[in-house]
């Protein structure tokens, strides 16, 4: 069933690829390439164009009018698969196209890009990078090259509804335990008090994509293990085997997860757990920003609160980075012009504009360390709180497809098509000729 399912996804997004390509080098934001008549030279930048983006591409093109203008291609995620927009920038690269001058890339897909990015090494000095928080920079390197440039970090966390938990008679306590992240033990001893939310009391994406990757992740680093050890993927071993249990127990066994969330990614699983008021559901910080609460049902996201996810006990929490970096094309004719944007994306009253306007997490250490406008956004003293238990996953030019393959088979496992054993036995099996 996990093939069939396999084979739809990769022809319906070779038909996606082929209708977006020939659209690609037409459409912007604003509908086609236009010329605006001045002299500016103009680099053309490929991303998810949020309204925090087009503040701070409109205050450069401001700053640097009738000399460099930035031009957005806007490749929205409501349209495009976070795979297809990869698939997306692979081909458009692979053609040796100068049509893209800058690209964001998820930070799992550096290794993969390096080959067609720009080396950054004499742009960006010593005391420039050392700005920069160590897990946002970490991920810009590839063979000892400076590949990217950060342009947001992220960190997964779980959303819990502060009211429910506070109808509680020791709600206040609970929740205190709840703050400091519980183990998965009280976790499900908690879900026992609440046996109208059987099936909805926790919801984590399990569709057979990166998402349910970044779950089995954290439970591999909750007992310091990790998917490549020694210089090898080690996928079938005793920590993944307690890793997937968990997330196939929480569904099959505990009742505290709704089998759904197996056809579902992060948006669906906001998406049911705020219109079904699920009470704890794992996400990532821009649910409160980069959405209106309208979109499900909701006068406001108020009744919403942050906390680090369960662990397994005597471990720490445990979350993974996630974020996006910036690639120049080693195609594009405009170098210098594009690394004058990174450095202007990275100014820190810019950073905190791009948090601001669109909650995306800065990359500087200065602003985690201003204590007037931490108290302005406590938010953040939470985050670099979190990124202290942050883990990455494996670094390498592979990586994506081997999270293609082992996101199946973990699917496969918590819809009950094979056994914990099985699916991580033909994981590995599978695995071993993606990476020969």
């Known amino acids: 069933m996990y093939n069939l399912k396999k084979i739809s996804f990769i022809l319906i997004s070779a038909v996606t690829l082929v209708v977006v390509a020939l659209v690609f080098y037409m459409v912007t934001p604003s509908g086609v390439y236009q010329d605006s008549g001045n002299q500016a030279t103009k680099i053309y930048f490929a991303d998810n164009i949020s309204p925090a983006h087009q503040e701070l591409i409109n205050r450069f093109n401001s700053e640097y009018e009738g000399q460099i203008e930035v031009i957005p291609i806007h490749l929205p995620f409501s349209k495009f698969s976070t795979n297809e927009r990869k698939e997306l920038l692979a081909r458009t690269l692979r053609s040796k196209s100068n049509r893209i001058d ?70 206040f306590e609970v929740e205190k335990k709840i703050k400091e992240s519980m183990s998965w033990e009280d976790f499900i001893n908690l879900s026992f008090r609440f046996r109208d939310k059987e099936n909805n009391f926790y919801l984590f994406a399990a569709d057979s994509y990166e998402g349910l990757m970044c779950s089995f992740v ?18 079938n071993t005793p920590e993944s085997f307690k890793a997937l249990q968990l997330l196939v127990a929480l569904v099959h066994k505990y009742k505290v997860t709704p089998q759904i969330v197996t056809e579902y990614d992060e948006f669906q699983c906001y998406k049911y757990a705020l219109k079904n008021n699920s009470v704890f559901f794992r996400g990532w910080p821009g649910l409160l920003t980069h959405y209106d609460p309208e979109e499900f049902g909701l006068d ?20 993974v980075f996630g974020g996006w970096n910036l690639m120049i094309s080693k195609f594009s004719t405009k170098i210098e012009e594009a690394v004058k944007f990174i450095n202007f994306i990275m100014r820190e009253e810019n950073q905190k504009i791009f948090f601001e306007l669109g909650g995306y997490l800065p990359t500087l250490y200065e602003i985690y360390n201003d204590s007037a406008y931490l108290a302005k956004n406590p938010e953040l003293r939470f985050y670099n709180e979190l990124f202290q238990y942050g883990v990455h996953r494996p670094h390498l030019v592979n990586y994506t497809k081997i999270s293609d393959e082992l ?30």
Not at 218 to 235: C, K, R, V, W
Not at 300 to 319: K, Q, Y
Request: hydrophobic share 40%; charged share 20%; aromatic share 12%.
């Open 102 to 171: 800058l690209f964001a890339v998820d930070l799992i897909w550096s290794p993969r890009f390096a080959r067609w990015s720009y080396p950054l090494d004499n742009y960006f000095n010593e005391t420039k990078l050392d700005e920069l928080i160590d897990p946002a920079i970490k991920s810009c390197y590839y063979n000892d090259q400076l590949v990217a440039a950060p342009f947001y970090i992220d960190i997964s966390l779980m959303y819990y509804r502060k009211d429910i938990i506070q109808s509680l008679p020791d709600g």
């Open 300 to 319: 406001s996201f108020e009744s919403l609160d942050i906390a680090p996810l369960p662990h397994f006990g005597n471990s720490d929490p445990a979350s």
């Open 218 to 235: 954290e439970g591999l680093a909750n007992q310091n293990s990790s998917l490549y050890n020694d210089g090898t993927i080690q996928i």
């Open 407 to 436: 996101s199946q088979f973990l699917n496969a496992a918590i819809r009950k098509q094979l056994t914990v054993k099985e699916a991580l036995g033909r994981a590995s099996e599978k695995i071993q000729s993606v990476v020969e």
